[in-house]
């Protein structure tokens, strides 16, 4: 049986995701905070730890994307490469080193969902907007001092968050939070009752080549509105750390088991 | 960290499926048919073989669901509980023992998708739509003969299938190529390249309660299309045995390891 | 040209909608309260006038619909027949009779969006959901004493309404807010530049046939929710009348102008 | 009672529509080929004709967007400011002039849909996707000789077109057919049964400021395909003139009754 994911066939070309190498094109915009420090921890699954510097800082990302397998097929077929997606990464320490951990994510498209599950990250569907920046017209800001770029994220016909990222000038990165490799949890339960979780890996993966454009920095705005099925409201903002835009060009090819 | 899937945190509120047992109320629009049974053993890993009678036979059923957990809370936030699917069944024997097997299936809300992955359903997201019979007014045709309904089926913006069903009278059952315990794989990739799948397991689960309102039968028409990124229409079309209509309740409560 | 609606063809085959008569087969979820009627008469232009009796008395239906028109093509094809809407209903007085007037509603679907603007109904696209009672299995509830049905609405990812109705009885009728033949405007601005509107005129209009199932009746609550821009929850709950749930067959054929 | 679109409100808040100017920024996509003139001609009501030279010239284009209001409070709740649209372009004469008209047209959000149709913009809802250009990562081409973008468009779960364009090099402009003021029909048909339309007026319709960055040309593959519901597959594919990408920012403010 051929295929990388469901559905596996003889011939493999109904499976929803290609085999890596997966690329992806995209433009982010990140709000970084602080929370209380003990609202990080608490989604940390031992032996996972805070980071010792600044253990309470939260990036909330949103990302407007297209991305593809190796062949490039879906590139000429856009509605199997775009998707868009927000998510909420922090850091914490493993054996020493600090990595760092998405939390929370939402896509809108089904092969971003699996993809993501398959990788550690807990996605689910979301409606996921984002002001894009254009050179003419009325109707977008400019990358340019003063511009101002907005994302909003919901789910379930909910409002979730909403934020407001004003440019100032060009910088270093866009942030700090999401700079590591991303430690995860591959977790996946029994089909029988009351039996552990029959996977509970820690896996370790990042980026196997990342390009970018220039980081801008600014001030930001962000508000986190509460749900009954969701938490990230829980990681309130108690100070804003900044606001930034970039467009990066990533691939990613695999990972590695920790534990 | 509490929480049955994804995200885990400390109090599993945020968790996109709570815990089985999961109930099902709805109406299932089926259409049977044989292909060459050559297309049917194509999607069957050894030491899966074909059914010993009627090897061809395809069930093709459209669901309008509701669902929820035990707490029953989805059904006051309608958002979470209603989705739709559209699977195709066919039977294989393990062991001298004859099990339905779903080889595709699509579905249009998230917790639906990770719901069937973790049972070995090959989900994709689709867009789904079947005719309701209705008592009043002429936008509705009656459960009763002559009764005609439809269903559609479309992913990634192409149309992928469509039937009609004509109701003549009430019979035993809506079709027998889903009567049996499900046989399904459960495939997880290793997060490390060329490595082997990190689980493969074959499961067999099935309904831990279900009822059902009166069968009825009639004819049908069922047209699959083809689309780069899907096998459906693979399972060509050779002979109708029938079209059914079923209102039925079920609730699921895990599965077993076969092999 | 032929072709009820845009876009008109030689042949009409493309036209959004069919000419009226238009047949619908449904569900409807309906709550009424009691708002302040000083915010009911801020939405009837003049010469509308307030009810004499219960003026601030407002419908919020929400309704599961299939539609047609006459040729019923739709049926076999549902994602043409097939919507929901919300919408809220108030009542006033033109020239001594009284008229039940919309003055929010949301569908999610083009076809009902248009044919609604043509009927001079205030639509805009939303997301709509509301329990679907069933006979069997634990995810619905019954039509019975005791059942309960909620109704969500939301438009631009910002939820605007959520009702739960528990069923106590059957009763006389599912409410007397929108009992009343339909007085709107048909409003359409000039496309040039500060002129008056090209057609504002006050219409009536009804259904030219009805059948409906038992009403039931029971008790009710509601949340509404602001928005940047609806302005639904000015409407503000004063105090509930009632909860209710009907089947219904409705033809529509046309209307009258009244000014 | 104000706003320019319903719902009219005291405030007018809740109207779906801002009034005039409208501003738009965003990528269009664009093929050009010729029909058979006839098929053109069927789509133009007398007193319009033919335009004397390349009758049979049609134009596909995809075009991306953000608009927004003279405000551009859309712009910071992107969800309200973003929509893809597609639309096929001929050109007519009217009283020695030649113009552009839309005949067929697909947008994704209501207050695209609505403001198209008060333009006379025959719209009616789709998804529409359309490759992005962007300057890092192998998702995505860039705009240099080679790069390949496609559109794509679906309606009622059916796909209807997908055209490819590879880019060779900047040219003149983004075609010629789309050049032209618009010549377009406002209908709105009477409320009463068997009375004619209550409005049938012919307007023109033009950008009242563009700004653009520079166009580039190349080859084109295009497909149409037939639906029970659509015509837009009856404007077949004869020769391909070219395909072209630009950027543009256009604002709108108002037309002219031409007849």
Same mark, same amino acid.
């Given at each position: 049986?051929?295929?990388?994911?469901?559905?596996?066939?003889?011939?493999?070309?109904?499976?929803? $995701?290609?085999?890596?190498? +997966?690329?992806?094109?995209?433009? @982010?915009?990140?709000?970084?905070?602080?929370?209380?420090?003990?609202?990080?921890?608490? $989604?940390?699954?031992?032996? $996972?730890?805070?980071?010792?510097?600044?253990?309470?800082?939260?990036?909330?990302? =949103?990302?407007? =994307?297209?991305?593809?397998?190796?062949? %490039?097929?879906?590139?000429?077929?856009?509605?199997?490469?775009?998707?868009?997606?927000?998510?909420?990464?922090?850091?914490?320490?493993?054996? /020493?080193?600090? !990595?760092?951990?998405?939390? !929370?994510? +939402?896509?809108?498209?089904?092969?971003?969902?699996?993809?993501?599950? !398959?990788? %550690?990250?807990?996605?689910? @569907?979301?409606?996921?907007?984002?002001?894009?920046?254009?050179?003419?017209?009325?109707?977008?800001?400019?990358?340019?001092?003063?511009?101002? $770029?907005? /994302?909003? *994220?919901?789910?379930?016909?909910?409002? @979730?968050?909403?934020?407001?990222?004003?440019?100032?000038?060009?910088?270093?990165?866009?942030?700090?939070?999401?700079?590591?490799?991303?430690?995860?949890?591959? =977790?996946?339960?029994?089909?029988?009752? &009351?039996?552990?979780?029959? *996977?509970?890996?820690?896996?370790?993966?990042?980026?196997?080549?990342?390009?970018? /454009?220039?980081? +801008?920095?600014? &001030?930001?705005?962000?508000?986190?509105?509460?749900?009954?099925?969701?938490?990230?409201?829980?990681?309130?903002?108690?100070?804003?750390?900044?606001?930034?835009?970039?467009?990066? %060009?990533?691939?990613? &090819?695999?990972?590695?088991?920790?534990?």
């Amino acid at each position: 049986m051929q295929g990388f994911w469901y559905p596996r066939t003889e011939t493999g070309r109904a499976s929803l $995701l290609p085999a890596p190498p +997966w690329h992806y094109s995209g433009d @982010l915009l990140t709000v970084e905070y602080r929370t209380d420090p003990a609202r990080v921890a608490e $989604l940390l699954p031992a032996p $996972l730890e805070l980071a010792p510097q600044d253990p309470g800082a939260v990036a909330l990302i =949103w990302a407007d =994307w297209q991305s593809c397998g190796d062949s %490039g097929e879906e590139l000429l077929d856009p509605v199997r490469a775009q998707y868009r997606e927000c998510f909420a990464v922090v850091r914490c320490t493993y054996n /020493g080193t600090v !990595y760092s951990r998405c939390v !929370y994510i +939402w896509v809108d498209k089904d092969f971003a969902l699996v993809r993501g599950q !398959y990788q %550690g990250y807990p996605k689910k @569907l979301g409606s996921i907007h984002q002001t894009r920046p254009h050179p003419f017209g009325r109707a977008a800001p400019r990358i340019a001092p003063g511009g101002r $770029l907005a /994302g909003t *994220l919901a789910a379930a016909d909910r409002r @979730l968050a909403q934020a407001v990222v004003t440019l100032r000038s060009e910088c270093e990165s866009n942030g700090f939070v999401n700079g590591h490799p991303m430690a995860h949890h591959r =977790w996946l339960p029994s089909i029988e009752k &009351d039996r552990p979780d029959v *996977l509970a890996e820690l896996i370790k993966s990042g980026s196997a080549h990342v390009e970018a /454009g220039p980081a +801008w920095g600014g &001030d930001a705005t962000l508000d986190l509105f509460d749900s009954p099925t969701e938490e990230l409201a829980r990681l309130e903002v108690r100070e804003i750390i900044g606001g930034y835009y970039r467009q990066v %060009g990533v691939s990613w &090819d695999g990972g590695k088991v920790l534990a």
